[in-house]
Structure formats: C-alpha cells, structure tokens
C-alpha cells in the first residue's frame, strides 16, 4: 500500500473540497441563469398575448374579424422568432404568424380570464425549441363567441447561451479545483516547513551531539507546544546521558577500588612464601572488599529493579515511629562513639513493605549521623502530612549543602565532596535507594539545606483508620 504525504493529503483535501463548493455554485448559477432566460420569454409571451387580446376586444363585428390579420401583422412587425396562432370556435384559423403550433399546446390548460397566468409548455419543431403558452379570448362577433390564442417564442438562442456558458463554467470550475488543489499543496509544504526542521534536527541528533534546539519563537503558534516539548525531550536525553556518563565513569572508579585492592594484596602475598596467619590476614582483608563489591552490586540490582518498575512493595500497616526507634537502637553505640544523641518525637502509621521502609529510613539516618559534629543531635519528627499522607523528617545540624548540589544529591554514586576517594564505607548508592523505595510507595522526597542544618522530608501514603475505611 502506497502511503500518502501530508502535503499530498492536504492538497487533496483542498481540492475536493474546492470542488463540491464550486460544483454547487455552478449548479445554483446555471439555474439561476436558466430562470432568469424563462422569466424574460414568459414576460414576453405575456406582453404579446396582452397585445392580441387587446385587439381580439376590439372585434365587434365579421368585417373587424376580417380586418384582424392585418391588424395582427402591422402590430407584431419586426419581432422574428415568434409563433403565433389564433383560431375560433369552429378550429378556423383567423392569424398565423411565425413557424405552427403543434396540437399539444391546444390540447393543454389555457387562461381564460385576463391577468390568469397560463400554464408554460416547450416544444421542438424543425430544430428549433420553443416556448409558449395558449389562452382563450371571448369575442363580440355573433355567431362566434370565443377565440384561442396560442404564442410561442424561438429559444434557440438562449440554449445556444446555456450551452456555451455552461461549458465555460464547468472548464473554469475544473481549472479553478486544478488551481485549488496546487495552491493547497504549496501551502501545505510551506506550513509544513516547520515539521522538516524537526526532522533536520532530530537526524543531527546523536549521543555526542545533543545540543540542537528549534526556536520556538520562530515557529508557527499551532507548533509551539510540540516545538516546546521536543526541546524538553532532548534536553531531558542530554541530561540523561551526561547523568548516564557520569555514572560510567563513577562505576567504573567505585569498582576500580576494590579490584585494584584484591589484586594487589593477592600479589604481594604470592610475591613470597608466608605464614599461615598472614594468609589468613590476606583473606580477611580481600573478604571486606569481597562484602563491599557484593553490597554495592545488590544495590545496584536494587536500583535497576526501581528503573523498571519492577520493585514492587507489598502493603502492609507500618508503625513509622517503632521502625526509627528500631534503627536508634541499633545506631547507638556509633551515634556515642560519635558523641550525637538520637531525638524521636511523634508518631504514624503508613501503608508500605516494612522492610524496604526500613532501608530508607536506615539510609537516612546513618547519612544524618556521619554527617553531625560531634555534640549534635540528629532528629527525627514523624507525623501526619495531611489527610492520607504521613511524613517523616529527618534533620541534623551541619554545613549547609551547597544550592547547586541540591538538584544532584539523590544521583548514585554522586558525592558532594570534591575528591573522588573513598573516606567512607558507602558507595554513593544510598540517597539514590532511599528515593527509589519512597517512589516505589507512591511517595516523594525532598531535601532543605542552611546554616542551621540538612533536612531530608519523606512523604508516604497514610494507613486508612476504620473511620476512613468506613466513608
């Protein structure tokens, strides 16, 4: 099947609709000038047909009658084309003029009283068409009481108009669709000119080259909102892929690290024969870097999960204020070591899988304690965001996060610190699962930074009392 253009769609459509307008004006001008040639011979059939009723009044005895032809022919000198007939009672022709009157017009309906409109009838006799029309006339004459007038008119001319016109009409409606249709293709690919300059951008497109944009304000106003949205799409690739860079790279640097580690004290303890405890000291230390390779893996299987939807929690009532409670307890013997308090104040219940929520709330807990100096407290508020939302804010004192790394601090492997070395047991994977798991519950995650301190806020839906269970 062979597909059609646009351009050729639009320049048909402008043309078949050209068409049927244009049809139907021709249509209405043809009868219109039809009507107006049928009103001009009945005008005129009306004005002689006055004219021989006149003189057939004027009859009052057999010498007028005699007198009438005469009368008739000096009265309808100079008019060619016309036929008239008029004969008595007894079917005598008293005038004759012009080509004759066939039997059908007498057979039909004739006026009988002056100012009656008669009926119009058309005939053809010798290639000619005419029209005409039959009365009937009273009379004076004894004897002979009624005279029937018939008078036709030559319209030859008029068809040989029609004819011509028609055909002039329908020859110009056709250049005129020709013209329609051509007009309507130009204009669609000019309008369409627009469209060609995506696609012109939209082939420059590859991953190094992602920086083409089409102007909006040169564009038509019907295309802003698509010129608008596919500027946004190849902003949002561009970012995607300086994101998807810049993960490459920390991944490629994050496992760098540990490979480089376990083939390094791998080759000094092969370097020369050891001990017995040395090798087992050799193995313990490739085994901490084993655990952190595996932890960093899981969580990055946890992360892909997320992007493909495919970390599904289950719903379950959660007690938001226990589960913190929980992870202080573990938490406490860092947070005294550190010398930070752990604060919880409030409580609520939300709808979620507890161990995922746990997770979350690990993450955040433990980032808010490597980052409080020593003597601070990290606090945690849990309470009621709104009707079916519940919130749980976590805050620690501390320097305040930069604006610019705000935007970026839920990115994996993405430290706000400048050096790229590793100073603690994380993996930059944290803040990226905490928000993949509050997502997953259909919740969100914000972060405020200043002087007086951090703050990550998480929203998730609230668990449904028995009063809203009810309504």
């Known amino acids: 099947m062979v597909r059609k253009s646009i351009t050729l769609r639009l320049a048909l459509l402008f043309g078949a609709g050209s068409a049927a307008v244009l049809f139907g004006l021709g249509m209405v001008i043809t009868s219109s000038v039809e009507s107006h040639f049928a009103e001009m011979d009945a005008d005129e059939l009306l004005g002689r047909l006055e004219l021989v009723r006149h003189l057939l009044s004027t009859v009052q005895s057999p010498d007028d009658l005699g007198a009438l032809p005469q009368r008739l022919d000096d009265a309808l000198i100079g008019r060619s084309g016309l036929a008239i007939a008029v004969i008595d009672s007894k079917a005598r022709t008293l005038f004759a003029m012009g080509a004759g009157i066939p039997a059908s017009v007498w057979q039909g309906p004739m006026a009988s009283l002056p100012g009656q409109q008669p009926a119009v009838t058309m005939w053809q006799l010798d290639g000619h068409t005419y029209r005409g029309i039959a009365a009937t006339v009273s009379l004076s004459v004894p004897g002979d009481p009624a005279a029937r007038i018939a008078i036709g008119v030559d319209i030859a001319p008029h068809v040989q108009f029609l004819e011509v016109f028609r055909k002039t009409l329908w020859i110009s409606i056709g250049l005129a669709v020709a013209c329609t249709a051509l007009l309507g293709w130009l204009a669609a690919s000019r309008g369409l000119r627009p469209v060609h300059e995506m696609a012109r951008v939209a082939q420059g497109i590859s991953a190094s080259r992602l920086q083409g944009r089409i102007d909006a304000m040169t564009q038509p106003v019907e295309l802003t909102e698509l010129v608008h949205a596919f500027n946004g799409m190849l902003g949002r690739l561009q970012d995607s892929f300086a994101r998807l860079s ?30 017995t405890e040395a090798y087992r000291e050799t193995l313990y230390s490739n085994l901490e870097e084993f655990n952190r390779l595996a932890r960093m893996i899981a969580d990055m299987l946890l992360l892909a999960k997320a992007d493909h939807g495919l970390m ?12 913190v409670q929980g992870l202080f307890e573990f938490y406490e013997a860092f947070a005294e070591e550190s010398g930070i308090s752990l604060q919880l104040s409030g409580t609520a219940d939300a709808v979620g899988d507890p161990l995922m929520l746990r997770r979350a709330l690990s993450n955040l807990i433990s980032n808010a304690i490597r980052h409080t100096p020593k003597g601070g407290a990290v606090r945690v508020a849990v309470g009621r965001a709104s009707e079916h939302e519940v919130e749980v804010e976590v805050r620690n004192p501390g320097a305040a996060i930069p604006a610019e790394y705000l935007d970026r601090i839920f990115d994996r492997f993405y430290r706000i610190e400048p050096s790229r070395q590793k100073n603690t047991e994380g993996a930059g994977l944290g803040l990226a699962i905490t928000k993949s798991i509050v997502e997953a519950h259909g919740g969100t995650i914000v972060v405020s930074s200043s002087a007086d301190g951090t703050s990550f806020t998480v929203v998730l839906p609230a668990r449904r009392t028995g009063a809203d269970q009810a309504v």
């Open 246 to 275: 810049d993960f490459s790279s920390d991944l490629a640097h994050e496992l760098r690290t540990p490979i480089s580690n376990l083939m390094t004290q791998t080759q000094v303890a092969l370097s020369k024969p050891r001990s």
């Open 312 to 323: 599904v929690p289950s719903h379950e009532a959660v007690n938001l204020a226990a589960e």
